[in-house]
């Protein structure tokens, strides 16, 4: 689970940005949209917005960037650079270090882990565990690529000492610790933060959760989506699985048993009527047949079946391929406790202004994303941030230009 991301000098942000699923004191929605643990609360989803090129497909590059180099860091090799992208309006910032912290749970744990880097190397680095109250340093390091592993058992540190062996100053610790089997959980962590986007096609669909792949998971996340899907109301009466054998085109021997491979198809059923006025159900091919838009919702809702089964965390650019109401009925499938039982969180960015909704979002879920017209820098901002009245018409603020949101909420607030 997400709690904070925080961004300093990169892509389009200058200045240190915090992106927060930390529940404020707002009291709306809450046994829908939160998640409590503890005294602590945390937020379901998020909503971000923002002109084009005002940055917020930034926010979630950054969080990706993160994870990526997590993941990959120590794949760097001596002669290489760093691939961190700095704020380029200001050519300060070009030899400044971008800057990533990151808050979160796995595993029931609190972490907090963070770096700096420069094209050339690692300056800083930590990781911080908490839990039960207590927190202590997992591992530090300073710009002189000194690591300080005094808070853990002598064990551990040995452990530790013994991976400094296999690192360098391009490389992140944590990359290299993460073979450790203690904090590989973290590794796999970052993976799955890694993964967003909204650009599925049957073919990743197919080849990533059906076949080959078909196991009793798969088939259940299946069977939950054709659900949900008939849930919806597109005139689908039934959806299935086809195992069909076929011949590449690029095969020209007409020995089906020798060369056919075997393949999987989705189809959904309608029901047809008949010229007697009967009713018969027939067989559609999902992927030719079924409009484009309740295609991307198939898709898209295979992938956060997924994450909801696991707990785990969907992120989402452009959210705007959907109708409104199955974007709405989409958001409520990660604030319903039936179908997200685990607190999956859902973090996506759309221009669809119909969901800036008072009765669907808390305030503290709704973000904004600016661009300085001086220095063409992001600034990012929640609308909790703009006081506590729950009439304001943000939808009618926000078109009002693209800063418009802001003084109308402002002046309510004041009124």
């Known amino acids: ?32 949209n939160i998640i409590s643990m503890g005294e602590n609360r945390y937020l379901k989803s998020a909503v971000i917005y923002g002109a084009n090129a005002s940055g917020k497909s930034n926010l979630l590059m950054a969080m990706n960037y993160m994870a990526s180099l997590v993941c990959s860091s120590q794949k760097i090799r001596h002669d ?62 300073n710009p002189n690529n000194q690591f300080d592993f005094s808070e853990n058992d002598e064990k551990e540190r040995g452990i530790f000492e013994f ?32 993964e967003y986007t909204l650009r599925f096609s049957d073919s990743y669909i197919l080849s990533n959760y059906i ?5 009793d998971n798969n088939l259940k996340i299946i069977d939950q989506v054709i659900q949900w899907v008939k849930d919806i109301d597109v005139g689908i009466s039934d959806m299935h699985l086809k195992t069909e054998s076929y011949i590449p085109k690029d095969n020209n021997s007409y020995d089906e048993d020798k060369y056919a491979s075997i393949r999987k198809r989705i189809y959904s059923t309608h029901d047809v009527l008949n010229k007697d006025g009967s009713i018969t159900r027939v067989d559609f091919d999902f992927k030719y047949d079924e409009s484009i838009g309740t295609q991307n919702f198939f898709y898209i809702a295979v992938v956060a079946a997924e994450k ?29 406790i039936d179908t997200n039982p685990k607190h999956s969180q859902l973090i996506f960015t759309t221009h669809d202004t119909n969901l800036l909704d008072l009765s669907l979002f808390r305030r503290d879920q709704i973000w904004f994303t600016e661009k300085n017209p ?29 800063y418009g949101a802001i003084p109308i909420i402002k002046g309510n607030k004041n009124d």
């Open 1 to 32: 689970m997400l709690v904070e991301f925080s961004v300093e000098n990169f892509l389009s942000y200058r200045e240190k940005v915090t992106f927060s699923m930390l529940a404020s004191n707002d009291e709306t929605h809450e046994d829908t």
């Open 80 to 141: 290489e650079l760093i691939n961190v992208i700095p704020f380029k309006l200001d050519t300060e910032c070009l030899n400044k270090p971008s800057k990533f912290e990151i808050i979160f749970y796995c595993d029931n744990v609190k972490y907090a882990y963070g770096f700096s880097a420069t094209k050339k190397a690692i300056l800083t680095e930590y990781l911080y565990s908490s839990q039960n109250d207590e927190e202590y340093a997992i591992f530090t390091r």
């Open 163 to 194: 991976l400094l062996d296999f690192s360098t100053e391009k490389i992140l610790f944590l990359s290299t610790a993460g073979s450790y089997k203690k904090l590989s959980n973290i590794i796999d962590w970052f993976h799955d933060l890694f």
């Open 211 to 215: 076949y080959p792949n078909s196991n």
């Open 308 to 336: 909801i089964s696991r707990g785990s965390i969907l992120i989402i650019d452009e959210l705007d391929s959907l109708h409104t109401l199955l974007s709405k009925y989409f958001i409520s499938l990660f604030h319903n």
């Open 374 to 402: 001086e220095t063409g820098a992001t600034d990012l901002f929640s609308l909790y941030e703009f006081g506590d009245r729950t009439d304001v018409n943000v939808e009618k603020g926000y078109l009002a230009g693209i």
